[in-house]
């Protein structure tokens, strides 16, 4: 056999190792003005000793404490069940999305909310349970992103991702705690029916030893805010297309459901995303879970791949930072036991990755 080079596939854009997690699986990131970065650990299986927390010295250590992050079913609303995302806002809290829905079972009563925490003092200082007519028991709360300009304290955007019911979008008002629904059952929050995933060359389903392999079928998962807060950007995560929406047709609290379906746009596909995110300078990231990629949708609407690289198994959640660079978790989720029989491929550690992007965050206040 000649020893020529065979030619391989190539990599694109320059990614850095930012954290190595030899414990629980991560999903969510971001990172505060002052460099912290705070992550979140779903309990979806695994143990998970904190579901929130913050890079110490090192390692990663419980945030803003131990109590918070265990769950306590008389106080549901003062304590972590399982926690999805975390966002720091504009104001430098960290905003924390309780999916209270452990190994996504019907969420808790009284204990799916937003809490948010003074990063000054690391204090809570704000506390939203969200109520059954914004969460109804099919819920599963995934991403949130926020526009403190709006009302008199700002609101947030929540994607609903159920696998098993409707899917939409979630309007809060942070001063009131009052909470909508918006989009319940369209089709661009909904899973596409004939989306076939192909993840490390398989297609990926849910797979059981003895039974057919079920089709895994999440509705609304990323989310993202243009960098003026008029366009909320969003995608199933079984799916390739991006989908926006006008903010203003969000905000409205009456029922205007044919108003806002005809006002989705379809913006084609970009390919199958779990998280989204937004820069300063007006540009949409997208993660390509099939692809081992994260694409950016430059200002004209054409998309450019920014991070090709085997080592992105499965980009999670995207962060954009004061500090010019795109973070990412890469955490394996389709290794996971559900796909293959009940065997988990996953291998330790798990990777907190960045890129630089010459961009700041999106932050509307």
């Given at each position: 056999m000649s020893n020529d080079k065979i030619a391989t596939d190539r990599s694109i854009g320059s990614i850095e190792p930012v954290f190595r997690f030899f414990d629980a699986m991560p999903t969510g990131v971001t990172v505060a003005a002052d460099g912290r970065i705070f992550l979140n650990f779903p309990r979806w299986g695994d143990g998970v000793p904190f579901t929130v927390g913050v890079i110490q010295d090192g390692k990663v250590v419980a945030y803003?404490?131990?109590?918070?992050?265990?769950?306590?079913?008389?106080?549901?609303?003062?304590?972590?069940?399982?926690?999805?995302?975390?966002?720091?806002?504009?104001?430098?809290?960290?905003?924390?999305?309780d999916t209270a829905a452990p190994k996504?079972?019907?969420?808790?009563?009284?204990?799916?909310?937003?809490?948010?925490?003074d990063l000054v003092t690391n204090k809570v200082v704000?506390?939203?349970?969200?109520?059954?007519?914004?969460?109804?028991?099919?819920?599963?709360?995934?991403?949130?992103?926020?526009?403190?300009?709006?009302?008199?304290?700002?609101?947030?955007y929540i994607t609903d991702s159920s696998a098993n019911g409707p899917g939409g979008i979630i309007v809060v008002?942070?001063?009131?705690?009052?909470?909508?629904r918006k989009l319940t059952g369209h089709r661009s929050t909904s899973p596409d029916l004939s989306f076939v995933p192909i993840v490390e060359g398989?297609?990926?389903?849910?797979?059981?030893k003895g039974k057919a392999p079920v089709p895994l079928s999440i509705a609304s998962d990323g989310i993202a805010l243009s960098s003026d807060g008029r366009t909320l950007y969003y995608c199933p995560l079984s799916s390739r297309h991006l989908y926006s929406v006008p903010t203003e047709l969000l905000l409205d609290t009456a029922d205007n459901s044919?108003?806002?379906?005809?006002?989705?746009?379809?913006?084609?596909?970009?390919?199958?995303?779990?998280?989204?995110?937004?820069?300063?300078?007006?540009?949409?990231?997208?993660?390509?879970?099939?692809?081992?990629?994260?694409?950016?949708?430059?200002?004209?609407?054409?998309?450019?791949?920014?991070?090709?690289n085997p080592?992105?198994?499965?980009?999670?959640?995207?962060?954009?930072?004061?500090?010019?660079?795109?973070?990412?978790?890469?955490?394996?989720?389709?290794?996971?036991?559900?796909?293959?029989?009940?065997?988990?491929?996953?291998?330790?550690?798990?990777?907190l990755f960045r890129v630089k992007i010459d961009a700041g965050p999106v932050l509307l206040k």
């Open positions: 803003p404490d131990q109590h918070i992050n265990t769950f306590d079913p008389a106080h549901p609303g003062e304590t972590l069940g399982s926690v999805q995302s975390v966002v720091v806002d504009a104001a430098n809290r960290l905003w924390i999305l996504f079972t019907t969420p808790l009563v009284g204990a799916a909310k937003l809490i948010a925490v704000k506390s939203i349970v969200l109520p059954a007519t914004t969460v109804l028991p099919t819920t599963y709360l995934n991403d949130v992103r926020f526009d403190l300009r709006k009302g008199k304290g700002g609101v947030a008002d942070l001063e009131s705690g009052n909470s909508w398989e297609r990926l389903a849910t797979r059981e044919k108003t806002i379906s005809e006002a989705v746009v379809d913006l084609g596909e970009k390919g199958a995303s779990d998280g989204l995110e937004s820069d300063d300078k007006g540009r949409v990231y997208a993660g390509d879970y099939e692809h081992n990629s994260i694409r950016q949708m430059q200002t004209n609407g054409e998309w450019k791949t920014i991070v090709h080592r992105v198994l499965w980009p999670d959640t995207l962060s954009v930072a004061s500090d010019g660079y795109l973070y990412f978790t890469a955490n394996q989720f389709p290794r996971q036991p559900q796909f293959h029989e009940g065997q988990d491929l996953r291998e330790k550690p798990y990777i």
